[in-house]
């Protein structure tokens, strides 16, 4: 089958040809436009992600600001059903506050929360990934036995274990301030282990090719030819896990938020705007947890299948 | 094989030590044990005498070991919340956990892994579409969000199901059961769902995976050259070759069921250790905190070394044979 | 030529593969026939379409590959447009095929016993004991010694020489009368190599199997076919016997080809190479598809393609031939 491979491979003799219109051309671009799923999905991910970074333009109120909420319109239901009106199109929350731009604010910490772990998990496993492969032995016996008992703790429980001890550790004023970052970090610290083993494996691979040994025969500094030749060479799978993660972390401060332990509810995400709801769930005013719900279930969804996509097309095997 | 068995055992203890050493320095090290223990009132010198009499001024090993002595025969002091003794709390929740667990990981394997195995042989079918469609919600939902979905459907809207608690249960021993009564029975299911369909949808892709894998590979290839028949070929070969590296990532994985019990736990205010977990990180309540780390840490040391010892017996490739590698 | 019915005809067989990029020919209009009891040698470079040739033949082409036109017929009966369930019957039975690489081609899992037993009672009316009879006596056949104890091992327990004879042994379970041997000799090492051609060839003695052996290792071929077909992108370019196409090879391909092989008796020139490469699939040229790297290349070769055709003592698509007498086609 290998001729047939190679007869996919190459494409006909042309002059050669601009970025965008390679992009256009590339096979990437072929399956993402046949694939009506991804290109759905990747459309609502965008709308969602769209809507949420505006949200500070396009939100008919403002959640936070407390003056403007009032507790007479507390658990008003949404605008098509009895007792609703247009000014909260989507019903209020147990405090007054309006649904619909405390889901677009919700959602925009949500994603703050999410791409930030990511990225600091990205760094944080990269790195010692790269360390570990490059060095071997002993710090990559270390680094591979602290990744491997962190794997076989589930993520959230991680995450609840470092969130319960940042609380237990530092003083109560603070801690409102700072559950942010707590969060972010906890969930980085959960996931970095993935992104670890693939730069790991790459770079073991890598180390021992030969433009490495070149480089090593002239003298190129270990620093500058792990960041300049290596990095490049096992960015490719890295990439397709920081997406596929980017939907797991936002689930996961999703839950964390839901557990009680994530972001509060004067500063609610998604987790948190449901979790107030679910109390509210069994006397009918379904709204305060089920906008929250859909939203959140239609984002991560749209990332998956994105992030679904985008390992198939990275396959060689599938190719 | 003895030496494999030892070989296992010894990282087992191992690991065990490692996290009961975590637990230990949570116990000690995050926040003050006094003052959690004390009330405001109690002067120095009393909290001073206090922290003698529990040995907290010992040697850093010693109070270790202390702490892994105690642990062993489980007493892990008393709850900074309930002020009662952190074992008793856990030997009361553990039943209402390990029944969810054991039936959401039954429900996971016993639907996931039929799933898989059809959406492996039949990867067009219209119905196989389905299934994996059905199958990237379960990836995506939040397991609250599901649970809350569930709640929604069956017991607001529909009424048929309870949406919280354990119903009515019966007491064995020190062993509470839900299995024995209607109620218990009704009140089980829609967290047992919750629970597993996580589990169920990562097993069933995981199986269909490793299906189309093994339906790719020469010996596959090979047996059809011979003529055998699609189902010795299907559910002879392929079968036995797609379970044997399942059977180890399920088993980890259903060892997690236990720990995702604290979301589902949550959600129906389901008296186990997980909402006790969650509840003592609220309240920063460190002794519950340290007592479940150990407990979870433990069960799954079992279940690791279960599945190792497992794919040892089942896969001959890990028996070696000197003999045999002889001859041209 | 013959005065025996042919055990396989092929008659015009074209395998396609539909792409995003147009649909490619993978093998283009070959025709041959294997006699009862002859090795067909079926010779080419990577991915001139030998392998394509022999899995369509057992019916094992891998989706979106398929068979677009022609004709294949076993013993006078057409198998290429037979229902899954009849060819099936037909695999192990009546054609048997082994491939290139043992380490891969057996279940892991299972004992060899095990897969000897389950390939015997598919095909044969043996009851357990019987079957594992007869696979004991397989085993001694390929020369495994000690069979008694080695049927109850795994294919992990066996070298890689021995495991190719299992697999053989595998092949040959039921009885079939034509095996299709894909590089048989490629993995194991050069002393093996010696041992796997000459049990094929003793084997085919034995029990009248005819075998189409394919492989890009002419030498093999040399010491084992009755008959050579060389093929070259997705076409067979000449056909004749073994030791005419050697001496006296009448396509230009083919001479390149005699000339590249290093001898050890005889005249040692410097090896020959021919230039270029072969196309790839999508990019076949007009007319014979070897004219770009063909030395004798004039006009016609550029413009039409040659059919297979009388040419010194063998058979050969190239249009320097076009003027000798057209065989009776064999």
């Known amino acids: 089958m290998a001729e047939i491979a190679a007869a996919n491979a190459a494409s006909p003799a042309r002059p ?164 942010l970052y707590v969060l972010i970090a906890a969930i980085a610290l959960s996931y970095w282990v993935h992104f670890a083993r693939t730069v790991r494996g790459s770079t073991m691979v890598e180390r021992d090719k030969e433009y490495i040994q070149a480089a090593r025969v002239i003298g190129v500094h270990p620093v500058r030819m792990v960041i300049g030749h290596l990095l490049p060479n096992v960015i490719g799978p890295v990439l397709v896990i920081a997406t596929i993660n980017l939907a797991t972390a936002i689930l996961t401060e999703a839950t964390l938020s839901f557990l009680g332990v994530g972001l509060p509810p004067t500063e609610p995400s998604l987790g948190t705007l449901i979790r107030v709801g679910n109390d509210f769930l069994l006397s009918g005013d379904w709204w305060i947890s089920i906008f929250p719900g859909i939203v959140l279930a239609l984002l991560i969804l749209s990332i998956n299948l994105v992030g679904d996509w985008l390992r198939d097309a990275f396959n060689p095997k599938l190719r | 094989m ?70 062993v025969r489980g007493d892990f002091g008393l709850s900074y919340q309930q002020a009662r003794p952190v074992g008793t709390i856990i030997l009361e929740k553990m039943p209402a956990t390990l029944e969810l667990s054991f039936l959401a990981a039954l429900l996971a394997l016993v639907v996931g892994v039929p799933m898989g195995i059809y959406t492996g042989l039949h990867r067009h079918s219209w119905v196989s579409q389905a299934m994996l469609a059905v199958s990237l919600v379960g990836v995506s939902l939040p397991t609250f969000l599901i649970g809350i979905f569930l709640i929604l459907f069956f017991a607001v809207i529909l009424h048929w199901l309870p949406s919280f608690g354990r119903g009515t249960v019966v007491h064995i021993g020190w062993w509470t059961t839900g299995l024995l009564t209607v109620e218990g029975w009704r009140a089980i299911i829609l967290p047992a769902i919750t629970l597993s369909l996580f589990q169920l949808t990562l097993i069933m892709r995981l199986v269909r995976a490793e299906m189309i894998e093994v339906l790719r590979t020469d010996y596959i290839k090979f047996a059809r050259a ?47 250790m997980g909402l006790m977990f969650i509840q003592a990180v609220g309240f920063a309540d460190i002794p519950v905190m340290a007592a479940y780390l150990v407990m979870v840490g433990f069960l799954f040391v079992v279940i690791n070394l279960s599945v190792d010892l497992l794919y040892y017996v089942v896969d001959p490739r890990l028996r070696v044979d000197r003999e045999a590698v002889a001859g041209g | ?107 892991p899992l299972f004992t060899i016993g095990h897969q000897l037993v389950e390939t015997v009672r598919t095909h044969l009316d043996l009851g357990p004991s019987e079957a594992r009879a007869r696979a004991l006596s397989l085993l001694k056949e390929v020369g495994i010694a000690g069979a008694d104890d080695r049927i109850a091992h795994y294919p992990h327990q066996f070298s890689g020489g021995m495991r190719q004879r299992v697999i053989i042994a595998l092949a040959l379970a039921a009885n079939p ?97 021919i230039d270029g490469t072969m196309p790839r699939l999508n990019a076949i040229p007009q007319g014979c598809p070897f004219n770009p790297r063909c030395i004798e290349a004039f006009d016609r070769c550029r413009r039409e393609r040659p059919d297979l055709m009388a040419a010194k003592a063998t058979e050969a698509a190239c249009w320097l031939y076009a003027d000798a007498k057209q065989p009776a086609h064999a």
């Open chain 1, 16 to 179: 050669p040809p601009g970025r965008w219109w390679r992009i256009a051309d590339s096979d990437l671009w072929w399956s993402f436009t046949h694939s009506p799923v991804t290109v759905a999905a990747a459309a609502i991910a965008a709308a969602i992600i769209g809507a949420a970074l505006l949200a500070s333009f396009i939100a008919p109120h403002d959640p936070y600001d407390l003056a403007s909420v009032s507790l007479l319109d507390a658990t008003d239901p949404p605008a098509w059903l009895d007792g609703g009106n247009w000014t909260y199109p989507l019903g209020t929350d147990n405090q007054g506050r309006d649904m619909l731009s405390a889901i677009l604010y919700g959602t925009r910490l949500s994603l703050v929360v999410g791409c930030a772990a990511v990225t600091l998990a990205l760094l944080l496993g990269v790195g010692l990934g790269l360390l570990a492969g490059w060095r071997g032995g002993f710090v990559d016996a270390l680094i591979m036995r602290v990744a491997d008992v962190q794997l076989s703790f589930p993520a959230i429980l991680v995450a609840l274990l470092i969130d319960g001890i940042a609380r237990s550790v530092l003083p109560r004023q603070v801690q409102t301030q700072i559950t």
């Open chain 2, 2 to 71: 003895l030496a494999f068995v030892i070989q296992r055992l010894v990282q087992s203890v191992l690991v065990m030590l490692a996290v009961g050493f975590i637990a230990f320095a949570l116990f000690n090290f995050v926040g003050d044990p006094i003052s959690n223990m004390v009330g405001q009132d109690t002067t120095m010198a009393d909290r001073a005498a206090l922290r003698e009499e529990l040995g907290l001024n010992d040697n850093f090993v010693v109070q270790f070991a202390r702490f892994v002595g105690r642990a």
């Open chain 2, 226 to 272: 011979r003529g055998l028949t699609n189902r010795a070929i299907n559910f002879g070969h392929a079968l036995k070759n797609t379970l044997v590296p399942v059977i180890t990532i399920t088993g980890l994985q259903l060892g997690s069921i236990i720990a995702f019990a604290v979301i589902t736990e949550t959600v129906f205010q389901w008296p186990g």
């Open chain 3, 1 to 107: 030529m013959r005065n025996s019915e042919p055990l396989l005809k092929v008659e015009n067989l074209r395998v396609e593969v539909p792409t995003k990029r147009g649909t490619l020919v993978a093998v283009d209009d070959v025709s041959f026939s294997i006699a009862p009891g002859e090795v067909l040698g079926v010779v080419g470079e990577s991915g001139a379409g030998k392998s394509l040739t022999g899995a369509a033949i057992i019916g094992l082409l891998e989706p979106p590959l398929r068979i677009a036109g022609g004709r294949i017929a076993l013993a006078g009966r057409r198998i290429d447009t037979l229902p899954y369930e009849a060819m099936r019957r037909i695999r192990g039975k009546e054609i048997g095929a082994i491939f290139q690489d043992p380490l891969t081609s057996l279940n």
């Open chain 3, 177 to 273: 009368r034509l095996i299709i041997a894909d590089e048989p000799t490629t993995a194991p090492d050069v002393s093996i190599q010696a041992q796997i051609i000459a049990l094929l060839k003793r084997l085919g003695r034995d029990h009248g199997t005819a075998i189409m052996l394919v492989t890009h290792d002419m030498r093999v071929i040399a010491e084992t076919a009755h008959r050579v077909a060389v093929m070259y992108a997705g076409r067979i370019v000449e056909i004749g016997p073994v030791r005419t196409i050697v001496e006296q090879p009448s396509h230009p391909y083919t001479i390149g080809l005699m000339a590249s092989i290093p001898r050890t008796a005889g005249r040692r020139d410097r090896l020959q190479q």
